[in-house]
């Protein structure tokens, strides 16, 4: 599950997870927030036969049962691909031996269909259908719909002899309903907060385009140059009485909408033989409109909309600049960069249900986050060690906080609110390669925030991380064992925190141990079994929800993560 819920997505149906750190990059709008997350879909490549197939069932406790399916079938010039998937999962039991209300269904279909007109080129169409439910521990209603489709196009054509090196474009299409409730997945309960059975029914549509094109010489300097355009629809519906006022019945209600249309130049630069200079900036022009003629103002009330039919439009810039050198030896690369991104809000952050200002109703005029980072790192890939090593820090202006039990008069409000702010950051990631059979690996992440406007903890800041690997294989078998230490987090900012979550207070230790084994079979086949939380240790994530109050249920502080797990994985790749 992701949130906000509506980003509920399938990552399987993805060849690759690019993750981007800090404003290093501008080429992944319109989002240009400080970390991006692109998911990319690589056309299927045949070699020797004209059909390929991927697959893996996975069987758990807790009744989780996940299937992978990518079948593709075609020629070198044309071609087409199935990717499905279906997962769920039961309530699970914490190291305590409770039950967690965290049972879930989903499954995601996407085809494409490809061709090649000539080497280099590209026209491919997509289309995309997935749903799912969620119970959820952390709140008062649960996700009974995340109905999500999908349609897109894209193109591509690589260019020889000339400065023009590669044109693409693409155009998509989404559109998300998503239902929440508080009877679908749980004993229906009055509380005080809903006394009846209730219901919320969002929706959004998304359009977008982007256009790129590639510039440069064999060997000489590369300049990527494009355009994107992304449109968002929001709207909503609900009702405190399912019984006697069915959603389903009601009409959508807008309540916003948001445009961006940017520009991007990015450009790499040798500058010598073992050095390099990466620079690029981008330009975006935002729009919202708040399309809300009443804001809820907790208990079931409501109230007349202070920025009913406000337009905002704001131009935001972001650049960025890095050195990368390899060092004489070779196998060593250090770098060091630094970038500027500013970041509109978010729907979440400007209009969700109950969102309002310190000083207002609605958190609609939230000003943009401005982030000023710098990167520097070492990356060594050379003989038996791999070794990776990096740093950040950054000053944040307007940082965009999210304040629950705000006091305004005689009431509490969770708002909005712009502070400034700074993080800062290490990580470092070791494999090291012990004769030919055992491999070692470690890493260490340690991330530090602090609000410079309230004089404290910046919250929602990860404790400080330790993991340990060892994997030994010999011929057709391997085995794995991970410790996972996490260190007590002491430095929150209780009702504090972002859309995601608000810190609750100090978090304990703990250490966690997976032991895992694999065994190749015939025909392509990989049967992978595993114990996760070997010792059944109880304990939560300090990035974790508060528990809710459920019938049936124990309240915990934290959601508790599953005990001791056991699964087993049967993996195919006939390629």
Do not use: C
């Amino acid at each position: 599950r992701m949130d906000p819920p509506t980003a509920y997505i399938f990552p399987e149906a993805f060849d690759r997870i690019v993750v981007v750190k800090g404003p290093q990059s501008v080429l992944n709008g319109p989002g240009n927030s400080a970390a991006t997350v692109r998911f990319e879909s690589q056309p299927p490549a045949f070699d020797g036969r004209h059909w390929q197939a991927l697959g893996s069932a996975l069987t758990a406790t807790a009744g989780r049962t996940d299937l992978v399916g990518d079948v593709a079938a075609g020629t070198p010039e044309v071609y087409a691909r199935l990717n499905a998937t279906r997962a769920e999962a039961s309530d699970y039991t914490d190291g305590r031996g409770n039950d967690v209300h965290a049972s879930y269904e989903r499954w995601s279909t996407k085809l494409a269909a490809g061709w090649r007109p000539s080497p280099g080129s590209l026209v491919e169409v997509s289309g995309a259908l997935s749903d799912g439910h969620a119970a959820y521990a952390d709140r008062l209603m649960d996700g009974a719909k995340f109905e999500r489709s999908n349609l897109g196009i894209r193109a591509e054509h690589a260019f020889t002899g000339s400065l023009l090196r590669k044109l693409e474009a693409q155009a998509y299409y989404n559109y998300v309903d998503h239902v929440m409730d508080n009877y679908s997945l749980r004993t229906f309960a009055p509380s005080m907060m809903m006394p009846n059975r209730s219901a919320s029914n969002p929706d959004r549509r998304t359009t977008g385009a982007r256009v790129a094109l590639e510039l440069g010489a064999d060997r000489g300097p590369s300049v990527t140059l494009g355009v994107d355009y992304q449109q968002n629809r929001h709207r909503n519906r609900s009702t405190m009485n399912e019984t006697m006022m069915p959603y389903e019945s009601m009409a959508r209600v807008a309540d916003a909408r948001f445009e961006q249309a940017g520009v991007f130049g990015e450009a790499q630069l040798p500058a010598g033989e073992h050095t390099r200079v990466i620079a690029g900036a981008r330009a975006d022009r935002w729009q919202a409109r708040d399309e809300r003629s009443v804001v809820s103002t907790g208990m079931m009330g409501t109230a007349p909309n202070p920025t009913a039919g406000v337009e905002r439009d704001r131009t935001l810039l972001g650049g960025f600049g890095r050195v990368e050198h390899d060092l004489a030896q070779g196998g060593t690369t250090v770098y060091a960069g630094l970038g500027h991104v500013e970041r509109f809000p978010d729907y979440w952050e400007l209009v969700s249900t109950s969102r309002e200002s310190t000083t207002s109703l609605s958190a609609f005029l939230t000003k943009p986050e401005r982030t000023t980072q710098l990167d520097m790192g070492l990356v060594h890939r050379a003989g038996d060690l791999q070794l990776s090593v990096s740093g950040f820090a950054n000053r944040i202006g307007d940082y965009i906080l999210i304040q629950s039990d705000f006091r305004k008069g005689m009431r509490l409000a969770s708002v909005s609110r712009n502070v400034d702010a700074r993080t800062l950051g290490a990580e470092a990631d070791a494999q090291l390669a012990v004769g030919s059979h055992l491999k070692l690996t470690g890493t260490v992440a340690f991330t530090r925030g602090h609000n410079i406007t309230d004089g404290g903890a910046l919250a929602q800041m990860p404790p400080l991380e330790l993991r340990f690997g060892a994997d030994y294989g010999r011929g057709r078998w391997r085995t794995g064992f991970l410790l996972r230490h996490v260190a007590a987090q002491d430095r929150v900012a209780v009702n504090q925190g972002n859309v995601v979550g608000q810190d609750i207070g100090a978090s304990p230790s703990f250490t966690v141990v997976s032991v895992n084994a694999t065994v190749e079979l015939p025909q392509g086949l990989l049967l992978t079994a595993g114990i996760d939380n070997l010792l059944d240790r109880n304990y939560a994530e300090h990035l974790s929800r508060a528990g809710s109050m459920l019938s049936g249920y124990v309240q915990t502080t934290r959601v508790n993560e599953p005990g001791r797990t056991l699964w087993l994985k049967l993996g195919m790749d006939l390629r």
